[in-house]
């Protein structure tokens, strides 16, 4: 039996201001005040096996939440407890303490009056006002831009991984159990079903399998547990982050559903998501990734600047960003777009852009400059002036780019004097890369058509030694 606890209120309420505190167990007539008795009005979620409440403190606000004596098995609470007490992390709903109260009452059964046992079980946590993740999928007015959801993906993967370090295994991962706290930050709850493994333990074969249809991983018809159990539901979960439908979906499909969105800059990590949410998604466990570290890996390569592939092996050279240069088209005005180039190298790089044009299309065009060792470079791509808003693409826009490494201060000084002069004497551009271009509709403006507006730019890209390299073009980083 877990021993009933002590603690006061001032107690928890220190509790809530020091993180460094241990969960501790609360007694039950303390819970029952800050709940105003378990007041109705105090409901803050339901479910099938428990009700939560808002606790009111002096000092804030935790959730209780009570647990059904239909739900009550004593084996089940105590492995409850059990995980939860092991748990400390960022993106994890923070555990403060758990009741554990039996009293005895005396109750009529069959025409005499016997005493029974009456069971209260109750765990307590810190208590997080923005909802959960469920309801920012359905609702689209609060709907997350990609930055955002990205950040979701990444702090369900950490704290998954952080889970699967203590060998726990939770089993009813869903939109539901991820709550946000107010910086938007992802935090798993609900261990009701949760496995705590033994050291070295790689599976369990169990006929009591739970969780939650269209989230629960196929194996548990066989009753077999591994942690690959948790990655099929959190691939359903990106994936229904990706597209707002649960299940399996193209690559090439969740990509181009991103590509009218703003955040289209960040692509490459759209595609790796997706990637991962697929592959996590797989029915057969042998072909979902490893381990949830692999994942975080594959999110943390993302947020590094891609470099230049050779054949032989990786060699860093200037990265593009973005891959799209959009355009907010106003009327009569000439429009603007950035467009990074970072040099991953450690030698100056010298760049010439030039508009190619069937009839020029953009303004203050050649443009040259050197790009130095490990720093990026801001180029600002202007168009012409337009007085309607264009019916169609921008037509054959074709940007140039040339780039080459400059081996010394006597080079640059050459290059600064003659650039044009400069790269005429290197040589043929051995390297194309494919930008679309386009204008976008500010939010006051109507069109007509429903035809999509956009090109294709061309960018070219001159090195030193022609045909030794390739370019990965990372959408990550932000300028």
């Known amino acids: 039996m877990i021993p009933q606890g002590s603690i006061t209120q001032i107690e928890l309420e220190y509790m809530l201001i020091d993180e460094n505190l241990e969960p501790k167990a609360l007694p039950y007539p303390l819970l029952k005040k800050i709940t105003d008795n378990f007041s109705e009005k105090l409901v803050i979620g339901r479910g099938g096996f428990a009700v939560v409440y808002k606790g009111k403190l002096d000092n804030g606000t935790i959730a209780v939440k009570k647990l059904s004596n239909i739900y009550m098995q004593e084996e089940q609470f105590h492995r409850e407890v059990e995980c939860l007490m092991k748990v400390k992390h960022k993106n994890v709903l923070r555990f403060l303490g758990y009741c554990a109260d039996t009293q005895g009452n005396m109750a009529s059964y069959n025409g005499r009056m016997v005493m029974a046992d009456v069971q209260q079980r109750l765990l307590c946590f810190e208590y997080l006002p923005k909802g959960n993740l469920d309801d920012f999928i359905k609702d689209t007015s609060e709907e997350l831009e990609w930055r955002k959801r990205y950040q979701v993906i990444k702090g369900i993967c950490e704290g998954i991984n952080y889970l699967h370090q203590k060998n726990i295994v939770h089993l009813d991962l869903k939109p539901e159990n991820i709550l946000f706290d107010k910086d938007m930050m992802p935090k798993i709850t609900d261990f009701g079903i949760s496995r705590c493994f033994e050291e070295d333990q790689t599976r369990i074969i169990t006929k009591n399998v739970g969780g939650t249809l269209g989230y629960l991983a196929p194996e548990f018809y066989v009753g077999e547990i591994t942690h690959k159990f948790d ?211 500010p939010q006051q403006v109507t069109i007509s058509t429903h035809e999509p507006i956009s090109t294709t730019i061309k960018l070219l890209c001159k090195v030193e030694h022609p045909g030794e390299y390739s370019l990965d073009t990372n959408h990550a980083k932000q300028w």
């Open 231 to 441: 990655l099929y539901s959190l691939g359903i979960i990106i994936m229904e982050m990706l597209t707002g439908k649960k299940g399996c979906h193209n690559i090439a499909n969740v990509c181009e559903s991103w590509s009218s969105n703003s955040d289209i800059l960040w692509w490459d990590q759209i595609r790796v998501c997706a990637e991962i949410g697929i592959e996590c998604s797989d029915l057969e466990p042998a072909k979902r990734p490893e381990n949830i570290k692999h994942i975080i890996d594959r999110l943390l390569s993302t947020e590094s600047s891609t470099h230049v592939i050779p054949a032989g092996g990786p060699k860093k050279l200037l990265v593009l960003h973005p891959p799209v240069l959009r355009f907010p088209f106003e009327a009569n005005k000439v429009i603007t777009c950035p467009l990074q180039l970072t040099n991953n190298t450690d030698k100056p790089i010298a760049f010439r852009l030039m508009d190619k044009s069937v009839g020029s299309s953009f303004l203050r065009l050649p443009l040259c400059g050197v790009v130095l060792p490990n720093t990026p470079y801001t180029l600002v791509v202007t168009t012409k002036t337009q007085e309607k808003w264009p019916r169609k693409w921008i037509t054959d826009v074709n940007l140039q780019g040339a780039s080459l490494i400059l081996g010394d201060d006597e080079h640059i000084k050459t290059f600064q004097s003659h650039p044009e002069q400069y790269f005429q004497q290197m040589g043929n551009a051995v390297q194309k890369v494919e930008l679309k271009g386009l204008y976008t509709v």
